[in-house]
Protein backbone atom coordinates (compact mmCIF):
# COMPACT_ATOMS: atom_id res chain seq x y z
CA UNK A 1 0.00 0.00 0.00
CA UNK A 2 0.98 3.48 -0.31
CA UNK A 3 0.13 6.85 1.73
CA UNK A 4 0.36 10.03 1.28
CA UNK A 5 0.46 11.87 4.64
CA UNK A 6 0.61 15.89 4.25
CA UNK A 7 0.97 17.99 7.63
CA UNK A 8 1.68 21.87 8.59
CA UNK A 9 -1.43 23.44 8.03
CA UNK A 10 -3.29 25.96 10.62
CA UNK A 11 -4.06 29.00 11.01
CA UNK A 12 -2.36 32.21 9.90
CA UNK A 13 -2.79 35.88 9.74
CA UNK A 14 -3.02 37.34 6.52
CA UNK A 15 0.45 37.92 5.18
CA UNK A 16 1.76 35.39 7.04
CA UNK A 17 3.73 31.94 5.89
CA UNK A 18 3.55 28.20 6.34
CA UNK A 19 5.40 25.41 5.25
CA UNK A 20 3.53 22.09 4.05
CA UNK A 21 5.14 18.86 4.00
CA UNK A 22 4.21 15.40 2.60
CA UNK A 23 5.78 11.89 2.60
CA UNK A 24 4.51 9.08 0.12
CA UNK A 25 5.35 5.57 2.32
CA UNK A 26 4.86 2.02 1.15
CA UNK A 27 5.32 0.00 -1.77
CA UNK A 28 7.18 2.76 -3.81
CA UNK A 29 10.13 1.99 -6.50
CA UNK A 30 9.80 5.58 -7.59
CA UNK A 31 7.45 8.93 -8.16
CA UNK A 32 7.21 11.04 -11.03
CA UNK A 33 5.26 14.07 -10.72
CA UNK A 34 4.31 15.00 -7.24
CA UNK A 35 1.85 18.35 -6.22
CA UNK A 36 -0.28 20.50 -4.00
CA UNK A 37 -4.34 21.06 -5.26
CA UNK A 38 -6.62 23.01 -3.02
CA UNK A 39 -10.10 23.21 -2.76
CA UNK A 40 -12.18 26.07 -0.55
CA UNK A 41 -15.80 25.83 0.01
CA UNK A 42 -17.67 25.58 -2.54
CA UNK A 43 -14.92 25.74 -5.08
CA UNK A 44 -13.76 23.19 -6.91
CA UNK A 45 -10.04 21.43 -6.52
CA UNK A 46 -7.60 23.72 -8.22
CA UNK A 47 -3.79 22.90 -8.87
CA UNK A 48 -1.35 24.75 -6.42
CA UNK A 49 1.40 23.60 -7.41
CA UNK A 50 3.36 20.63 -9.61
CA UNK A 51 7.15 19.77 -9.13
CA UNK A 52 8.77 16.99 -11.65
CA UNK A 53 11.02 14.71 -10.39
CA UNK A 54 14.08 16.50 -12.38
CA UNK A 55 12.68 19.95 -10.42
CA UNK A 56 10.90 21.15 -13.09
CA UNK A 57 7.63 23.61 -11.40
CA UNK A 58 4.71 25.00 -12.12
CA UNK A 59 2.54 27.11 -10.40
CA UNK A 60 -1.52 28.34 -10.25
CA UNK A 61 -1.78 31.87 -11.62
CA UNK A 62 -2.77 32.73 -7.62
CA UNK A 63 -0.09 31.54 -6.11
CA UNK A 64 2.77 33.09 -8.44
CA UNK A 65 5.74 34.95 -6.57
CA UNK A 66 4.30 33.69 -3.23
CA UNK A 67 4.67 29.85 -2.91
CA UNK A 68 7.33 27.92 -3.82
CA UNK A 69 7.12 23.84 -4.48
CA UNK A 70 10.22 22.03 -3.45
CA UNK A 71 10.66 18.38 -2.96
CA UNK A 72 13.52 15.32 -1.39
CA UNK A 73 13.33 12.74 -3.41
CA UNK A 74 15.74 10.80 -0.82
CA UNK A 75 13.11 11.45 1.36
CA UNK A 76 9.85 11.01 -0.84
CA UNK A 77 8.76 14.43 0.33
CA UNK A 78 7.12 17.52 -1.51
CA UNK A 79 7.48 20.64 0.33
CA UNK A 80 5.35 23.58 -0.27
CA UNK A 81 6.27 26.85 1.30
CA UNK A 82 3.60 29.61 1.27
CA UNK A 83 4.34 33.35 2.15
CA UNK A 84 2.24 36.73 2.14
CA UNK A 85 -0.99 34.52 2.60
CA UNK A 86 -4.19 35.79 2.10
CA UNK A 87 -7.73 35.26 3.15
CA UNK A 88 -8.49 33.59 -0.56
CA UNK A 89 -5.50 31.31 0.37
CA UNK A 90 -8.35 29.28 2.93
CA UNK A 91 -9.28 25.80 1.71
CA UNK A 92 -8.20 22.41 2.15
CA UNK A 93 -4.38 21.21 0.91
CA UNK A 94 -4.28 17.84 -0.88
CA UNK A 95 -0.88 16.23 -1.80
CA UNK A 96 -0.18 14.48 -5.04
CA UNK A 97 1.98 12.12 -6.49
CA UNK A 98 2.17 10.16 -9.44
CA UNK A 99 4.09 6.59 -7.88
CA UNK A 100 5.16 3.53 -9.70
CA UNK A 101 5.17 0.61 -6.97
CA UNK A 102 7.28 -1.81 -8.70
CA UNK A 103 10.16 -2.81 -11.18
CA UNK A 104 7.51 -4.63 -12.91
CA UNK A 105 4.81 -2.79 -13.29
CA UNK A 106 5.96 -0.06 -15.62
CA UNK A 107 2.56 1.80 -14.82
CA UNK A 108 2.23 5.26 -12.93
CA UNK A 109 -0.75 5.49 -10.28
CA UNK A 110 -2.29 8.87 -8.76
CA UNK A 111 -2.33 8.80 -4.94
CA UNK A 112 -3.27 11.66 -2.94
CA UNK A 113 -3.17 12.83 0.70
CA UNK A 114 -6.16 12.81 2.47
CA UNK A 115 -6.00 17.24 3.12
CA UNK A 116 -4.50 19.69 5.55
CA UNK A 117 -6.50 22.91 6.30
CA UNK A 118 -5.15 25.91 5.87
CA UNK A 119 -7.09 29.22 7.39
CA UNK A 120 -6.22 32.82 6.38
CA UNK A 121 -7.41 35.19 8.50
CA UNK A 122 -7.81 38.89 8.07
Known amino acids: QVQLVESGGGLVQAGGSLRLSCTAS????????MGWYRQGPGIQRERVAV???????NYGDSVKGRFTISRDNAKNTVYLQMSSLKPEDTAVYYC????????????????WGQGTQVTVSS
Open 51 to 57: ITSGGNT
Open 26 to 33: GSIFSING
Open 96 to 111: NADIRKTSSDSRYYAY
